[in-house]
């Protein structure tokens, strides 16, 4: 127990907490004069080649709290180094690896703390993030439904075949082209300019899983192993997902003439090649990871079985990034760097970073998001 005393002499007086504000302004100054250098950074996580059509990707579960905006975030960190990679030409400044970042998230969380500046210093020159937001107000009067969600979102998203057959010849744009996004910028002569998103993520917050997405190419559906409700909505998630996907397919194939049978529904579904995974946060202690891990693995295969798919479950190691978050810092920083930045701000009270560690430093972590590109990107 701890008790707080109204009147402590100095050696019993509790040392304050660098507020939230003060920590993002001290690293942006900080930042904007030592912006982050990935070429020092000794995190691989393999290539990927510039997909030919968007990659879409769904981050989902209907309950708050469930890890959605992490798991968004580990994408688009994890893009950030496979673009930056050496082991990728595919991607450079004037031709960067362009991700589209949906969301409809009345907090604004990504928003707000992926600023111009933010993406100048803590991103590298190879990956171009665009926000496909929707728009509030600043009081609750301002919330929309999600006809307006909606439309806002697809008036920032364009697919091919809603650009004007004079811009597609104009851009040099297939018409044919199926599953592929653009985001439209009015250019310096006021003209429309498009730019092909080669991913994009939506973030899909609890009250706008509703939002008219398209079909998703990757489905990451988060949870947490600590709370039963968030891991109990992550897997009715995944059953309707691949309940309706079942049924949609199984349509298909009796409108064409075949029966339907299991190798058929398995060949058809193979050939669509849309991924589904579970990402499970470990916040748990040690003697309930393996009942909890077993039971999850259990109530996957289950479903797997009903709905003959596939299903990936990756663990995401405890890491600390709600640290990172405060500070509005990549955790995917090099340690040479993490380690200067963490000296540099020392003697600021209240900001205690000495035992915290970069990914870079985490084995587990990299492990993690090598799986994970492995998914999204294979």
Not at 140 to 154: A, L, P
Not at 332 to 353: D, F, M, S
Request: proline share 3%; net charge negative; hydrophobic share 30%.
């Amino acid at each position: 127990m701890a008790k707080i005393l109204a009147k402590p002499n100095d050696n019993q007086k509790v040392k304050p907490v660098v507020d939230a504000i003060q920590q993002r302004y001290l690293t942006n100054e900080y930042f904007i004069k030592n912006p982050i250098d990935f070429s020092k950074s000794k995190i691989e996580l393999g290539s990927i080649k510039r997909p030919e059509s968007t990659i879409t990707i769904h981050v989902c579960n209907p309950k708050g709290g469930s890890s959605k905006t992490t798991g968004n975030e580990l994408v688009t960190y994890s893009l950030n180094l496979i673009a930056y990679s050496s082991q990728n030409t595919d991607f450079t400044f004037d031709n960067p690896l362009n991700v589209g970042i949906v969301t409809a998230d009345r907090n604004e969380g990504l928003v707000r703390r992926y600023t111009d500046s933010y993406l100048q210093n803590h991103f590298s020159s190879s990956i171009k993030n665009h926000f496909i937001g929707v728009e509030y107000g600043d009081d609750e009067s301002s919330d929309k439904s999600m006809y307006q969600i909606n439309t806002d979102v697809r008036d920032k998203l364009v697919p091919a075949s809603k650009i004007s057959p004079q811009l597609r010849k104009k851009h040099g744009i297939d018409s044919e082209s199926e599953n592929t996004y653009f985001i439209e910028k009015k250019g310096n002569d006021n003209e429309e300019e498009y730019t092909k998103l080669d991913f994009s993520i939506w973030d899909l917050a609890a009250g706008t899983n509703e939002l008219e997405t398209d079909k998703a190419d990757r489905v990451l559906i988060t949870c947490k192993m600590a709370e039963s409700e968030s891991i109990d909505n992550a897997l009715i998630t995944l059953k309707q997902k691949l309940k309706r996907q079942h049924e949609e397919v199984l349509a298909m194939l009796k409108e064409q003439g075949f029966a339907g049978t299991d190798e058929q529904i398995i060949a058809y579904k193979a050939a669509q090649k849309t991924v589904h995974t579970v990402l499970i946060s470990n916040n748990t202690n040690k003697q309930s990871y393996i009942s909890i891990m077993n039971d999850v693995k259990y109530r996957i295969q289950s479903i797997c079985s009903e709905y003959l798919e596939d299903v990936n479950l990756i663990e995401v190691p405890y890491f600390p990034l709600d640290t990172f978050r405060k500070l509005n810092i990549n955790p995917t920083i090099p340690t040479e760097q993490w380690n200067a930045y963490k000296r540099t701000v020392r003697g600021v009270e209240g900001l205690y970073l000495n035992n915290v560690k970069c990914i870079e430093e985490r084995p587990e972590m990299i492990d993690f998001m090598k799986e994970l590109v492995e998914v999204i990107g294979g």
